[in-house]
């Protein structure tokens, strides 16, 4: 079966940065792209940022571009996320999901683990 573990996530402030890992498991890491959703209390689920399968190509939301990379290592079976430059507007659960994430349905989101909190606040 699917395993999304993430970690990394914590409270940083305005303008500083966190870098959040994905440890995959249960399938063949290297042949699917990769995505990071997240979902801020009280908001609907968002599409952040997605690779494709050996990190040739990178999507980023307008929101985060610039300031978020999406990055994996195939060795490792791990996605990352660098996040610069937060905003509070940054503050949120934040998922990795197997492939494009989309659509939001019981059978992609019932994958996604349990996520890990973003706060950003000062």
């Known amino acids: 079966q699917v395993q999304l573990v993430e970690s990394g996530g914590g409270l940083a402030q305005p303008g500083g940065s966190l870098r959040l890992s994905c440890a995959a498991s249960?399938?063949?890491?290297?042949?699917?792209?990769m995505s990071w959703v997240r979902q801020a209390p009280g908001k609907s689920l968002e599409w952040v940022c997605g690779?494709?399968?050996?990190?040739?190509?990178?999507y980023y939301v307008d929101s985060v571009k610039g300031r978020f990379t999406i990055s994996r290592d195939n060795a490792k079976n791990t996605l990352y996320l660098q996040m610069n430059s937060l905003k509070p507007e940054d503050t949120a659960l934040y998922y990795c999901?197997?492939?494009?994430?989309?659509?939001?349905?019981?059978?992609?989101?019932?994958?996604w683990g349990q996520g890990t909190q973003v706060t950003v606040s000062s």
């Open positions: 999901a197997k492939g494009w994430a989309l659509p939001f349905d019981d059978v992609n989101v019932g994958s």
């Open positions: 249960g399938f063949t890491f290297s042949s699917y792209a």
């Open positions: 690779i494709y399968s050996d990190g040739s190509h990178t």
